[in-house]
């Protein structure tokens, strides 16, 4: 994809500078009317970079002294630099007089204002840009670390309080700060699974419905195959016939979560290869795999996107399971599935074990849904209201 | 329509062969084999060797792939190490307990999305469907395996804790001694074994289905002959259950055998979770202790239910829709 102004990267903001595009998508495009929305926001964005440096301040400062600074470290720190620029940027560009809107607007520019106006979905967003802006920051926000035991005997089972915001688990760890950290194995594999299943749906998607034929016929007929199985049987199956790891859950479910997205890319290639762009592309001599890739799949993205965050809140509940099962990321490291899983044995006399990782995952799936939801709503014109 | 029965019939076919290639070369190239469990200091190579060979281990890959699809087609699924009991034996129970659960569990998401589904359509953007809408999402994005532990916590152990007039049993199909009860005794003990694992399952699918049926719901109660029915001075109920209700049915029927995957899944938690003797517990007990006949023989019952539950879909959406039988 390089070369020409491709609009669907301008769709896709850079994740660091995710703050920013909240900032600019909640600012409306004709300025006016929406002052007060922008200055809450900034003033928001601002609390949030100020509390952040608060709260790591002191970790900050014992940064220099010690001898080994973990890496993730650096990255929280560079993230939160990041931040303030951003919200630096975002300040000024909200001062300065705003341009008119133009024209002649793209598909993506519409689909973006008519995003704009569905607060639950802009709701979600914020959550999902909070969220993954947590994972980068959670060393330097977590109060503990997620792996430190307390005190066997005075720090286990403790109820939530100011000291221990979620409490304290049957190894006096700190359940917030395992949430924290949970959140970013749960992200991540969440994102980068769904990167895996959603390039080999299109890719599949794209080849039967272009060739048609038997090519069509044998990838169809496999994806029918993969989805007889029930996903989490599927899962189970392969990662327990291997070594469970960190990498096998991510890679596995990435490959058992291509098939929705495939059906889709098939459905839309199929009645994109008969208009006339593609007749006029073939016309001009170019190839099979140049027309596919640069002229039918571009314009199959909006479905794609769309499925894709929907999909996330999905993986991230299914690795959940997996985790719960004790088959997705093993116990030292916390994720959401294997902490609810630990408190089970404690259901009753501490309650705040299971239900703090579970009420996490729900919060974080329905900030996905809502995004997904009006991101259809947005890009589909049929559905714009 | 037999036509169309025999054409959807035979097209299962090469799809449960897929199935059971799919499955053989999974669990072939994992490492490790079925004599895995019995490596021990005290276990002579040479036995393991015999072992491999009685099993047929030491053959080449295509001769045994040819050799477990025969035994297969024929209805002998092997034995099961972990249970030493031949499969073929072990099966037909638990699948009829997985059943039992999926199915209760099917009743309550139609029933309940589709109520909730038409009173949300019926009153649009009223304060009821927009709570009803975010309920459901709530409901929609939770993880089953969370949401069975809360009921677990709310509905049996805190409500015995705090003396509610119903708690309701956290594990098992009937409580002990339940042989002995006369035959309604009995049933009534499962309905109450049932109720937990059957809502903890099947509420994030009502919730998706109550989704699906807004949509299709609306879509039709917009149409002209719905507004012609209530031109003609029909009653607001007859209009909604015996004019839309009819059309608005048909792509949620599609819906039965999309979620019937989903719902296996979910009894593989469920079932581990409320202790359910059925596949989904089978499975995951199967797996943990290696017990490779056994985990390839369920996991190709899962599958071949999905698909029975796809044709049983497809045969009721032809049966409601002639346009269908006719493509």
Same mark, same amino acid.
């Given at each position: 994809?390089?070369?020409?102004?491709?609009?669907?990267?301008?769709?896709?903001?850079?994740?660091?500078?995710?703050?920013?595009?909240?900032?600019?998508?909640?600012?409306?495009?004709?300025?006016?009317?929406?002052?007060?929305?922008?200055?809450?926001?900034?003033?928001?964005?601002?609390?949030?970079?100020?509390?952040?440096?608060?709260?790591?301040?002191?970790?900050?400062?014992?940064?220099?002294?010690?001898?080994?600074?973990?890496?993730?470290?650096?990255?929280?720190?560079?993230?939160?630099?990041?931040?303030?620029?951003?919200?630096?940027?975002?300040?000024?560009?909200?001062?300065?007089?705003?341009?008119?809107?133009?024209?002649?607007?793209?598909?993506?520019?519409?689909?973006?204002?008519?995003?704009?106006?569905?607060?639950?979905?802009?709701?979600?967003?914020?959550?999902?840009?909070?969220?993954?802006?947590?994972?980068?920051?959670?060393?330097?926000?977590?109060?503990?670390?997620?792996?430190?035991?307390?005190?066997?005997?005075?720090?286990?089972?403790?109820?939530?309080?100011?000291?221990?915001?979620?409490?304290?688990?049957?190894?006096?760890?700190?359940?917030?700060?395992?949430?924290?950290?949970?959140?970013?194995?749960?992200?991540?594999?969440?994102?980068?699974?769904?990167?895996?299943?959603?390039?080999?749906?299109?890719?599949?998607?794209?080849?039967?419905?272009?060739?048609?034929?038997?090519?069509?016929?044998?990838?169809?007929?496999?994806?029918?195959?993969?989805?007889?199985?029930?996903?989490?049987?599927?899962?189970?199956?392969?990662?327990?016939?291997?070594?469970?790891?960190?990498?096998?859950?991510?890679?596995?479910?990435?490959?058992?979560?291509?098939?929705?997205?495939?059906?889709?890319?098939?459905?839309?290639?199929?009645?994109?290869?008969?208009?006339?762009?593609?007749?006029?592309?073939?016309?001009?001599?170019?190839?099979?795999?140049?027309?596919?890739?640069?002229?039918?799949?571009?314009?199959?993205?909006?479905?794609?996107?769309?499925?894709?965050?929907?999909?996330?809140?999905?993986?991230?509940?299914?690795?959940?399971?997996?985790?719960?099962?004790?088959?997705?990321?093993?116990?030292?490291?916390?994720?959401?599935?294997?902490?609810?899983?630990?408190?089970?044995?404690?259901?009753?006399?501490?309650?705040?074990?299971?239900?703090?990782?579970?009420?996490?995952?729900?919060?974080?799936?329905?900030?996905?849904?809502?995004?997904?939801?009006?991101?259809?709503?947005?890009?589909?014109?049929?559905?714009?209201? | 329509?037999?036509?169309?029965?025999?054409?959807?019939?035979?097209?299962?076919?090469?799809?449960?062969?897929?199935?059971?290639?799919?499955?053989?070369?999974?669990?072939?190239?994992?490492?490790?084999?079925?004599?895995?469990?019995?490596?021990?200091?005290?276990?002579?190579?040479?036995?393991?060797?015999?072992?491999?060979?009685?099993?047929?281990?030491?053959?080449?890959?295509?001769?045994?792939?040819?050799?477990?699809?025969?035994?297969?087609?024929?209805?002998?699924?092997?034995?099961?190490?972990?249970?030493?009991?031949? $499969?073929?034996?072990?099966?037909?129970?638990?699948?009829?307990?997985?059943?039992?659960?999926?199915?209760?569990?099917?009743?309550?998401?139609?029933?309940?999305?589709?109520?909730?589904?038409?009173?949300?359509?019926?009153?649009?953007?009223?304060?009821?469907?927009?709570?009803?809408?975010?309920?459901?999402?709530?409901?929609?994005?939770?993880?089953?395996?969370?949401?069975?532990?809360?009921?677990?916590?709310?509905?049996?152990?805190?409500?015995?804790?705090?003396?509610?007039? $119903?708690?309701?049993?956290?594990?098992?199909?009937?409580?002990?001694?339940?042989?002995?009860?006369?035959?309604?005794?009995?049933?009534?003990?499962?309905?109450?074994?049932?109720?937990?694992?059957?809502?903890?399952?099947? $509420?994030?699918?009502?919730?998706?289905?109550?989704?699906?049926?807004?949509?299709?719901?609306?879509?039709?109660?917009?149409?002209?002959?719905?507004?012609?029915?209530?031109?003609?001075?029909?009653?607001?109920?007859?209009?909604?259950?015996?004019?839309?209700?009819?059309?608005?049915?048909?792509?949620?029927?599609?819906?039965?055998?999309?979620?019937?995957?989903?719902?296996?899944?979910?009894?593989?938690?469920?079932?581990?979770?409320?202790?359910?003797?059925?596949?989904?517990?089978?499975?995951?007990?199967?797996?943990?202790?290696?017990?490779?006949?056994?985990?390839?023989?369920?996991?190709?019952?899962?599958?071949?239910?999905?698909?029975?539950?796809?044709?049983?879909?497809?045969?009721?959406?032809?049966?409601?829709?002639?346009? $269908?039988?006719?493509?």
């Amino acid at each position: 994809m390089r070369g020409r102004a491709n609009p669907d990267v301008a769709a896709a903001p850079p994740e660091p500078l995710a703050a920013d595009a909240a900032e600019r998508a909640a600012a409306g495009v004709r300025g006016e009317g929406r002052r007060w929305t922008r200055l809450t926001l900034l003033a928001l964005g601002w609390g949030l970079v100020l509390s952040g440096a608060l709260l790591s301040a002191e970790r900050l400062r014992a940064l220099p002294g010690r001898a080994r600074v973990p890496l993730d470290v650096w990255v929280a720190v560079a993230a939160l630099a990041l931040l303030a620029g951003a919200m630096g940027w975002a300040t000024r560009r909200a001062l300065r007089p705003r341009r008119a809107a133009r024209v002649g607007d793209s598909q993506w520019v519409i689909a973006g204002r008519h995003f704009r106006r569905n607060r639950l979905a802009m709701a979600g967003l914020a959550v999902m840009l909070l969220l993954y802006l947590v994972t980068l920051l959670t060393p330097l926000l977590a109060p503990y670390d997620p792996a430190a035991q307390g005190d066997i005997v005075r720090s286990r089972y403790l109820p939530p309080s100011l000291e221990h915001l979620m409490g304290t688990d049957k190894f006096g760890r700190d359940v917030f700060s395992r949430v924290l950290y949970g959140a970013r194995i749960s992200l991540s594999i969440g994102f980068v699974a769904v990167g895996i299943s959603v390039t080999l749906g299109t890719l599949f998607g794209a080849l039967a419905g272009y060739f048609g034929g038997w090519v069509d016929a044998l990838l169809m007929r496999f994806t029918d195959l993969m989805l007889a199985f029930p996903r989490l049987v599927l899962l189970i199956v392969v990662i327990a016939l291997f070594e469970p790891s960190l990498w096998l859950v991510v890679l596995v479910l990435g490959l058992t979560g291509w098939m929705g997205t495939a059906r889709l890319v098939r459905g839309e290639v199929l009645s994109l290869r008969e208009r006339e762009f593609v007749l006029a592309a073939r016309a001009l001599g170019m190839g099979d795999a140049r027309i596919l890739f640069r002229h039918v799949v571009p314009n199959t993205l909006a479905p794609v996107i769309v499925s894709a965050t929907l999909g996330i809140g999905q993986t991230i509940l299914t690795e959940a399971s997996l985790s719960f099962l004790g088959l997705g990321v093993q116990p030292p490291t916390p994720s959401w599935g294997n902490m609810v899983a630990d408190g089970r044995d404690q259901l009753i006399a501490s309650w705040w074990i299971t239900t703090f990782p579970g009420l996490a995952i729900v919060f974080t799936v329905i900030a996905f849904n809502l995004l997904g939801d009006g991101l259809r709503d947005a890009l589909d014109p049929r559905l714009r209201t | 329509m037999l036509a169309f029965l025999l054409r959807r019939l035979l097209g299962a076919v090469p799809l449960l062969l897929g199935i059971l290639t799919l499955i053989f070369f999974i669990v072939h190239l994992a490492p490790g084999d079925p004599t895995a469990r019995f490596y021990s200091p005290n276990v002579a190579p040479e036995v393991i060797e015999q072992m491999r060979r009685n099993l047929g281990l030491d053959q080449p890959l295509h001769v045994q792939y040819v050799k477990w699809l025969k035994s297969f087609l024929t209805g002998d699924f092997g034995y099961s190490f972990g249970q030493m009991r031949p $499969i073929g034996e072990l099966l037909p129970g638990v699948l009829w307990n997985t059943l039992q659960l999926t199915l209760v569990s099917l009743v309550l998401i139609f029933v309940l999305g589709m109520l909730i589904g038409i009173v949300q359509a019926v009153r649009q953007y009223s304060l009821a469907d927009n709570l009803l809408t975010f309920v459901a999402l709530f409901f929609y994005s939770m993880p089953t395996f969370w949401l069975a532990l809360m009921f677990i916590l709310f509905f049996s152990l805190k409500a015995q804790q705090w003396g509610w007039p $119903i708690s309701f049993p956290a594990s098992g199909m009937s409580r002990v001694g339940a042989e002995f009860l006369p035959l309604h005794a009995q049933l009534w003990d499962r309905v109450v074994h049932l109720v937990l694992p059957a809502a903890a399952l099947g $509420i994030g699918s009502a919730a998706g289905v109550a989704r699906y049926m807004r949509g299709s719901m609306l879509e039709v109660i917009h149409q002209d002959y719905i507004r012609t029915a209530r031109a003609k001075g029909l009653g607001e109920a007859r209009v909604i259950f015996r004019h839309a209700l009819k059309n608005a049915l048909l792509p949620v029927i599609t819906l039965l055998g999309l979620y019937l995957p989903f719902l296996l899944s979910g009894a593989v938690l469920v079932e581990t979770i409320f202790a359910w003797p059925g596949m989904g517990r089978l499975i995951v007990d199967a797996i943990f202790q290696r017990d490779y006949p056994l985990v390839m023989a369920t996991s190709f019952v899962i599958a071949a239910v999905v698909v029975l539950g796809n044709l049983v879909a497809d045969v009721l959406y032809a049966l409601v829709d002639p346009r $269908i039988r006719a493509e």
